[in-house]
């Protein structure tokens, strides 16, 4: 297999994983966890594959011969490298998205907490049965 057959691999599995992340950004907006949660497993598979061709690209870089060969190389790895940032990209809005939900979550926590002392504090809480005799009537 040729240097440039193992560019082009890792290339269009790379586009795979930006279209994993963009669906991700966009199930992680309308709380589908599995699903977020399968299109994660699927990114990790896709990476032990672009891991895997890494190291046949290793292993064969040093083959490469003749100077249009390395021009191509140049060119792939380069559109690759764009894909790589826009990933990253996609990453950190989801990230910040996560966090942020996950902050949202944290203050009705403390909620109802707060709620569930104030409601123990004034009796609420208590299991006794409460008697009112009426020695007027």
Do not use: C, P, W
Not at 41 to 60: D, P, V
Not at 72 to 86: G, Q
Not at 96 to 113: P, W
């Amino acid at each position: 297999m040729d240097v440039t057959d193992i560019l082009m691999m890792n290339y269009n599995l790379f586009k795979k994983m930006k279209t994993l992340a963009e669906k991700q950004e966009k199930i992680i907006f309308d709380d589908q966890m599995d699903e977020f949660n399968h299109l994660t497993s699927q990114r990790e598979n896709i990476r032990k594959e672009i891991t895997a061709n890494s190291q046949r690209y290793n292993s064969e870089t040093n083959n490469i011969s003749h100077k249009s060969g390395k021009q191509k190389v140049k060119t792939v790895s380069m559109e690759i490298s764009d894909i790589i940032r826009s990933i990253q990209e996609t990453d950190k809005r989801i990230e910040e998205s996560i966090i942020a939900r996950k902050d949202v979550l944290l203050n009705d926590i403390k909620k109802i907490r707060k709620g569930q002392n104030a409601v123990r504090r004034y009796g609420g809480g208590s299991n006794k049965i409460t008697r009112f005799l009426d020695r007027n009537g």
